[in-house]
């Protein structure tokens, strides 16, 4: 039997982790031969998200600084000492489907990195406003003409990875610029990336991505690590949590 960690970055998701956690489909895994665990990186939720993840017996992890970025920095840290074998991340607002998790898993056996594609996927009516989609599809244009390496979506939160690909990834994101980072850290280390389209729903509870501030970032995030490929301090998630 091997061994993975769905992790969740979670910053008062009580109605996104009430509907998600039930999902997860750790019967069919265990059937393919994967024992999954939960992760909760919790980035100091106030709400019930906690209670509801201990109900559910997941491991809560406290993130070390603030930001989705630093959030999945500390998770992939944690995997990295652990002695699992996959890991799988989506965020925890319902927007993912958890019955996609094992369609990951067998991907991972061929290939190191997998993303979830919802451009080329479906969006659920209200699951992206406008400004959205019109910015996924800019930024991941850019993305592709910068590295010369096609990006299918870039800001997607599914995404799926070996622990040899988590290893060689080099991390400083504090945002949500982190999967603008990891797309440039595949390129820039060789790691192939292979696409699956998936289902977009609608958001469950309040968005903390303010899109235009949030566009900018990821913008500036790509034309750095084009120019500077790795970052200088922080390396997946060691070293410092307070640079931007
Ligand atoms: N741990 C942690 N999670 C966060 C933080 N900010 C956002 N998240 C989580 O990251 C995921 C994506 O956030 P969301 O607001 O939905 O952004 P969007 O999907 O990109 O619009 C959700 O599961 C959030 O709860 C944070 O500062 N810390
Ligand atoms: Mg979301």
Redesign the pocket.
Known sequence: MKNLVVM??????EY?LREILPLIPKGELKQIGWQTEVWI???GSKDLSIEIAVEYDCEIIK?AG???G??MRTGFNKFIESNKDALVML???G?YDPAEIPTFVRNLATNDVIIGDRLHGTIEPGAMTRMNYFGNHMLTWIASALYGISSNDL?T?YWGFTKSAISRMKLNSMR?EIEAEMYASCVKEGIAIKSIPINYRA?IGE???GSLVDGWIIFKKLLLRRIFPSPVEAITGKGNFDID
């Open positions: 969740l970055p979670t910053l008062d998701e996104g990186i919790d980035g993130q603030y930001g989705k630093a959030a965020d925890a607002d927007t800001c939160g949500f958001r968005a903390k991505l």
